[in-house]
């Protein structure tokens, strides 16, 4: 029910800057809540940022406030994670991922129930 296409992964050094994008089809972009994850080599899926479409809360994890923002273009139906200052340890494979309104929770966002995922973008950040 909702497709989700992820692009704008890549290879940066220290200290530079990628815009990553996620578009969503197959349902009502306004209803939906989208995340940012991260799958890093010997460590477990992580969430890096969320937003509620319809009602823009955001939350960042610790690792990247100040440095990642998650941002939406509803004309386009894009969910946007611009990643700047990157590190090293932001090295991973990202993945955006889709929840329906009713199974996302703005003020906790670990408790969303993530049912649709793109197939990730790999950025790769050099010391």
């Known amino acids: 029910q909702v497709q989700l296409v992820e692009s704008g992964g890549g290879s940066v050094q220290d200290g530079g800057s990628l815009r990553l994008s996620c578009v969503a089809s197959?349902?009502?972009?306004?209803?939906?809540?989208i995340g940012w994850f991260r799958q890093v080599p010997g460590k477990e899926r992580e969430g890096v940022a969320h937003?509620?479409?319809?009602?823009?809360?955001?939350y960042y994890a610790d690792s990247v406030k100040g440095r990642f923002t998650i941002s939406q273009d509803n004309a386009k139906k894009t969910v946007y994670l611009q990643m700047n200052s990157l590190k090293p340890e932001d090295t991973g494979l990202y993945y955006c991922?889709?929840?329906?309104?009713?199974?996302?929770?703005?003020?906790?966002?670990?408790?969303?129930?993530?049912?649709?995922w793109g197939q990730g973008t790999q950025v790769t950040v050099s010391s």
């Open positions: 197959g349902y009502t972009f306004s209803t939906l809540c």
């Open positions: 991922a889709a929840a329906y309104s009713w199974q996302c929770y703005p003020l906790n966002p670990r408790m969303t129930q993530y049912d649709y």
């Open positions: 937003l509620s479409i319809g009602g823009g809360n955001t």
